[in-house]
């Protein structure tokens, strides 16, 4: 990689894997903190988030931090957001599926994004106008047509659990049409699993920008769409996303529409 910013999101993810890494064989003594319902934090986030936010701001003083864990810091247009544990949950109970995410925003826009899984040492980069990769090698989204035979990934969106019963509708809308649905709790890496063309299509409800910016990004260079469930480009603010090839994008959100909420349009304009 030539590009200084996803250098720079590499060297940090990478930092904070290790420490993932070095601390997956201690998670009983690590102590977890429950901030709502289904939604914990260990200090091995709190940890990694710093890690990442130190490396950064050591080489960009006026840059700002968007972090899961410590919230906004910083006043600038240039804004780094950051989850330093993408699947909490799997990390603490020992499944192997968690990423590092980190996104760089300029004025508004999502430029660079980098997620890293140090489970497997898989890391998907991507530069705006520069393409998507995986581990140094083009990635393109799959080539699937029609939803007939397609592989989907999504989440239950837990953390607001009013929107289920919509959700519950598209789940099975698009079930009735696909071959199958993967539920793997890592939204950062279902998206990079799309943008390498592992996953056909993805669809979640109630996101936060530090689960969706990097793996937007990597969807988008990787020659796919990204929308909200409204069908326009406020995804990153509502937290509705839908993440597809162009040529699956219509037929999902024809099948998602008929169940989206008057409290998820309210939310295209607002994320609570």
């Not at 080539?143 to 789940?171: D, H, I, N, W």
């Not at 990597?218 to 326009?232: F, P, S, T």
């Not at 406020?234 to 998602?256: C, D, E, F, Q, V």
């Amino acid at each position: 990689m030539t590009n200084p910013y996803i250098n720079l999101a590499t060297e940090a993810a990478h930092r904070a894997g290790d420490l993932m890494m070095k601390y997956r064989s201690r998670l009983e003594g690590i102590p977890v903190e429950r901030k709502a319902r289904h939604d914990y934090v260990s200090d091995v986030d709190r940890a990694c988030e710093q890690i990442i936010a130190d490396y950064i701001l050591k080489h960009h003083r006026d840059h700002a931090i968007l972090g899961e864990e410590n919230g906004h810091r910083g006043d600038s247009d240039f804004v780094w957001v950051v989850d330093p544990i993408d699947g909490t949950s799997n990390y603490l109970r020992g499944i192997p599926h968690f990423a590092v995410s980190i996104a760089f925003m300029a004025h508004g826009r999502i430029e660079h994004g980098v997620v890293y899984d140090p489970v497997r040492e898989e890391l998907f980069t991507a530069s705006r106008g520069e393409g998507a990769f995986l581990n140094s090698q083009r990635m393109r989204v799959s080539g699937r047509k029609e939803l007939s035979g397609a592989v989907l990934g999504t989440a239950f969106p837990f953390r607001k659990r009013r929107l289920m019963e919509g959700y519950q509708g598209m789940f099975d809308s698009l079930f009735e049409k696909i071959e199958d649905i993967r539920r793997a709790g890592t939204a950062s890496l279902d998206l990079a699993y799309v943008a390498c063309g592992r996953l056909d299509g993805y669809w979640e409800l109630g996101l936060q920008p530090w689960d969706s910016a990097a793996g937007a990004l990597l969807v988008q260079e990787a020659g796919g769409v990204v929308m909200d469930i409204a069908g326009g480009d406020n995804w990153l603010n509502s937290g509705h996303i839908i993440a597809a090839p162009y040529k699956l994008i219509t037929p999902m959100r024809a099948a998602i529409d008929p169940h989206v909420t008057e409290a998820m349009h309210a939310r295209v304009a607002r994320r609570d």
